[in-house]
């Protein structure tokens, strides 16, 4: 096959899925959680519900159940960032973010149980708000 027809075929479809990139907008966020869970970073206060930290293979706290409105503290350790869950279609919020090293206080504004995981070794964790 020729450049010239290669070429062609590129165009071609190109065409038929609607062009290049110009003008196109990327989708829309979808939400993670089907309830509208939602997770803020706020700054941590000097009580919490809990504290969750991350071990060599576990949290500390692997299930915890809270109120709503109630702040958590986690507190990943070096090589174990946190993040949301996303391995299937149970609740996760993508707010649950904590990179590797540091500590982040998260309120958790709705009802509903919250997984996330070691983004580097994968253990799970789960919180229950009330």
């Keep these: 096959m020729s450049v010239r027809s290669l070429l062609a075929i590129s165009a071609l479809a190109l065409t038929a899925c609607g062009g290049g990139d110009e003008g ?3 989708d829309a966020p979808k939400p993670v959680d089907a309830q509208g869970a939602t997770v ?7 009580t919490v519900a809990n504290t969750i930290t ?5 949290f500390d706290k692997p299930n915890v159940t809270i109120a709503r409105d109630e702040i958590v503290k ?4 070096p090589t174990h960032p946190i993040g949301p869950f996303r391995g ?3 609740m996760t919020d993508p707010g ?3 990179p590797e090293n540091q500590t982040r ?5 709705a009802a509903g149980t919250f997984k996330y995981i070691c983004t580097v ?4 964790g789960t919180i229950t708000v009330n």
């Design 96 to 98: 649950i973010v904590v």
């Design 74 to 77: 986690f507190v990943s350790t």
């Design 88 to 90: 299937d279609a149970s």
């Design 54 to 58: 991350t071990q060599a293979i576990s």
């Design 121 to 124: 070794h994968f253990y799970l």
């Design 105 to 109: 206080c998260l309120k958790f504004t």
């Design 24 to 26: 196109a907008k990327p």
């Design 40 to 46: 803020m970073t706020v700054t941590c206060p000097a």
